[in-house]
T-cell receptor, first 109, second 114 residues
Framework: GQNIDQPTEMTATEGAIVQINCTYQ??????LFWYQQHAGEAPTFLSY??LDGLEEKGRFSSFLSRSKGYSYLLLKELQMKDSASYLC??????????WGAGTKLIIKP | DGGITQSPKYLFRKEGQNVTLSCEQN?????MYWYRQDPGQGLRLIYY???????QKGDIAEGYSVSREKKESFPLTVTSAQKNPTAFYLC?????????????FGPGTRLTVL
């Protein structure tokens, strides 16, 4: 079956750095997405990786290793507004998105 | 402004009643999707459509129905056959390409069946 694993919850301090990991086992791979979702709201797109390596976008970076079935989202200079769930999703061989359960990130002052 | 709208944001229904959730987009996207989200779980695909007058079942289609009569609209009906309909429902749309088909989401409808 298809499976995406992320930690359920993480806690970090304002101003610090946090890394959210995602491992996947899917039937084929056509890219990996990270989305941010605040409670009760819609997910919003953060990043897309299809090649190995690091993609940097401001305070957020996303890394992919296809051989290891692994990705991480790195958030720097954490702000209180970064408190949200972070969803990892993989585009499988049928170009359907397979979603992880999400990681709830709690930022403490 | 282009985007996706869902209405209403909160919906209450009695058990045994059918209810239809609306989803409209003006992004000119060909593909539209319906997801269900339950606490502590990822998004689960109910139905999707890549072209007008055609749609496909997702992983949890039982108890749901859809139509795609217009490119802009993809309403979801939650029927009385759905055993546990209380959930957060998200509609999304995307272009249909071979890669990077980023999905754009509507604000969601929280359905509570009493």
């Amino acid at each position: 079956g298809q499976n995406i694993d992320q930690p359920t919850e993480m806690t970090a301090t304002e101003g610090a750095i946090v890394q959210i990991n995602c491992t996947y086992q899917t039937s084929g791979f056509n890219g990996l997405f990270w989305y941010q979702q605040h409670a009760g709201e819609a997910p919003t797109f953060l990043s897309y990786n299809v090649l190995d390596g690091l993609e940097e976008k401001g305070r957020f970076s996303s890394f992919l290793s296809r051989s290891k079935g692994y990705s991480y989202l790195l958030l720097k200079e954490l702000q209180m507004k970064d408190s949200a769930s972070y969803l990892c999703a993989v585009l499988d061989s049928n170009y359907q998105l397979i979603w992880g359960a999400g990681t709830k990130l709690i930022i403490k002052p | 402004d282009g985007g996706i709208t869902q209405s209403p944001k909160y919906l209450f229904r009695k058990e045994g009643q059918n209810v239809t959730l609306s989803c409209e987009q003006n992004l000119n996207h060909d593909a539209m999707y319906w997801y269900r989200q339950d606490p502590g779980q990822g998004l689960r695909l109910i139905y999707y459509s890549q072209i007008v007058n055609d749609f496909q079942k997702g992983d949890i289609a039982e108890g749901y129905s859809v139509s795609r009569e217009k490119k802009e609209s993809f309403p979801l009906t939650v029927t009385s056959a759905q055993k546990n309909p209380t959930a957060f429902y998200l509609c999304a749309s995307s272009v249909v390409t071979s890669d990077h088909n980023e999905q754009f989401f509507g604000p969601g409808t929280r359905l509570t069946v009493l």
